[in-house]
């Protein structure tokens, strides 16, 4: 009952700065953490950047001072700012949600942990 929405996904040169967008939408009561993972061909997902609703964030080691994670609570939305792209970042990027939402047609919340369809990010000359 909670859809995300990625965007800004692209193709840019090593070096480059790309800035990826995602919003939330549905019977949404709170969210508490938001976060970027990534996919390469042939590995396993990985942890990117995550940020709670107090805007606490954790960075894999690989992106840390490259890459920034901000949220719009109001807006439910989040974004991750990479800058100084290199050739192994490039990934789907896929945005995460887990937070509390609201039973249509009921008063009743229920926990949900959901994933957006990707975008595709290549950093290559």
């Known amino acids: 009952q909670v859809q995300l929405v990625e965007s800004g996904g692209g193709l840019v040169q090593p070096g480059g700065s790309l800035r990826l967008s995602c919003a939330a939408s549905g019977s949404i009561f709170s969210i508490n953490t938001m976060g970027w993972y990534r996919q390469a061909p042939g590995k396993q997902r990985e942890l990117v950047a995550r940020?709670?609703?107090?805007?606490?964030?954790r960075y894999a080691d690989s992106v840390k001072d490259r890459f920034t994670i901000s949220r719009d609570n109001a807006k439910n939305t989040v974004y991750l700012q990479m800058n100084n792209l290199r050739p192994e970042d490039t990934a789907v990027y896929y945005c995460?949600?887990?937070?509390?939402?609201?039973?249509?047609?009921?008063?009743?919340?229920?926990?949900?942990?959901?994933w957006g369809r990707g975008t595709q990010v290549t950093v290559s000359s």
């Open positions: 940020i709670t609703s107090g805007r606490t964030t």
């Open positions: 995460n949600a887990v937070g509390r939402a609201t039973v249509p047609g009921t008063a009743d919340r229920e926990s949900f942990d959901s």
